[in-house]
């Protein structure tokens, strides 16, 4: 029986494929919705670890010589998370890490792995380009208005 994969968005808004606690990236597709990925320790670790999907169903898989690391790709998945939050609602950039991460910190997770901080997360940036995105009209009446004074 096949399991499917997960996608989620890295920080540099890669999609990034993750199954039995490993993290792959896309690396060949073709016809047929068959995507074939590779552990993202293959540099790293040298790891020959490949997934190849159909349709985000695991077709095969080639043995890791790297371990997997759940912890470490749910806090990846997570930060995510709070980047899509953070894209599509006004909510304070503290209030939706606070949200995000404190289930995190209460299984412990921070004992396992590095959970980043809301400053190391360049959030402040991603919410700030997509306010300059949408608000071009309002940023025009602010230069008027400092222009008056
Ligand atoms: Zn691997």
Redesign the pocket.
Known sequence: MSKSIEIFETTKNKPSATYNG?QYRKFHSNLGNKIACR?I??RS?K?K?ILKTKDNLVVSEMP???KPNEVKIDVKKQVANIRRRVCETDLSISKIYQEEMSPLFQRGYEILTEIPTLSSTSLHKTKRRVQGNSSESSTAADIILSSEL
């Open positions: 490993y552990c320790n293959e670790e790891c670890g890791h010589s790297c």
